[in-house]
């Protein structure tokens, strides 16, 4: 498993914006020769042959985050109505994938190289917050995931082996669970006080050392349904994507730039990146769109 250490280090957020700028290329030679990539076609045309790598032998969890982007939101064409995020927190769990529309649906992925052993609780700390949720999965671990969630409401998805996404059951609404303390919890300090402001036209007057535990006891008087709602338009409101510009991005690339907001100019240098060509510079490697 260490071998493929590499391709978790490239497909991060971090890396593509330091390779970028030319910071830091040498994962990305290192890549190259690990695995005997031909060096004369563009970078966009070595990304696809590494991500093909990815997907083939090392389906870890950024291919699975990606997958599940081009499959649930770009090629329905939702990218105008539905929002994502990543790594959110929930309780003691972090929702891997949480998809933003009409509702909300936050999903737990556990890939091939994944144990099981936390997937009961993470279940259940997600429906403290949204009243969908999935699991997605690969082959390998599909029984042991139906047996414990058949004939409940938590949707179960997963890869097979050529990377088709199967649909075992789809998630259906759990209410029960869902708890003030954990949905107030999401929320980022000038997100509840809009959310107040809006049903109280007001803000608590108490100390600093008051303050939160004050605005949370004005939550709790919010309608349990149009906290939820409330809390969906939060959330969709962190998430900003230039629609047009996303749409150009190669598939294999698309979470990552989908995480990073970028503006203008910044699909402006990873076009430029991917149109050039590989050039091995020695002791790092550098592209000549940034010589100079």
């Not at 890549?31 to 042959?49: A, L």
């Not at 403290?128 to 969630?149: A, M, N, Q, R």
């Amino acid at each position: 498993m260490n071998n493929f250490n590499v391709l978790n280090r490239f497909f991060s957020k971090t890396m593509l914006e330091e390779i970028l700028i030319g910071r830091n290329t040498s994962c990305y030679g290192e890549i190259i020769k690990r695995y005997e990539i031909n060096q004369n076609g563009t970078n966009g045309d070595i990304i696809s042959s590494i991500y093909s790598i990815l997907s083939s032998e090392y389906r870890n969890e950024y291919f699975y985050k990606n997958t599940l982007l081009n499959n649930l939101i770009v090629k329905k064409h939702k990218l105008y109505t539905t929002k994502v995020l990543t790594e959110l927190p929930i309780n003691k769990s972090i929702a891997d994938f949480v998809t933003l529309n009409g509702k909300a649906v936050a999903y737990e992925i556990k890939t091939e190289l994944d144990n099981l052993e936390r997937i009961e609780s993470q279940v259940k700390d997600y429906y403290k917050c949204f009243p969908y949720v999935c699991i997605v999965t690969c082959e390998s671990h599909l029984e042991k995931v139906k047996e414990l969630f058949t004939n409940t409401n938590v949707g179960i998805y997963w890869f097979s082996k050529r990377n088709s996404l199967k649909v075992e059951q789809e998630p259906q609404a759990e209410m029960r669970y869902l708890d003030y303390s954990a949905l107030f919890k999401l929320l980022r300090k000038y997100e509840f006080e809009s959310i107040l402001m809006k049903h109280f036209n007001k803000l608590p007057k108490v100390s600093q050392f008051d303050y939160y535990s004050e605005c949370y006891q004005w939550f709790l008087k919010i309608d349990l349904n149009d906290v939820l709602k409330e809390i969906l338009a939060a959330l969709k409101q962190r998430c900003c994507i230039q629609v047009e510009q996303f749409e150009r991005v190669p598939l294999e690339l698309k979470m990552l730039v989908y995480q990073s907001n970028y503006l203008d100019e910044n699909y402006n240098k990873l076009e430029s990146f991917l149109n050039a060509t590989y050039v091995d510079g020695g002791a790092n490697y550098v592209f000549p769109i940034f010589e100079g």
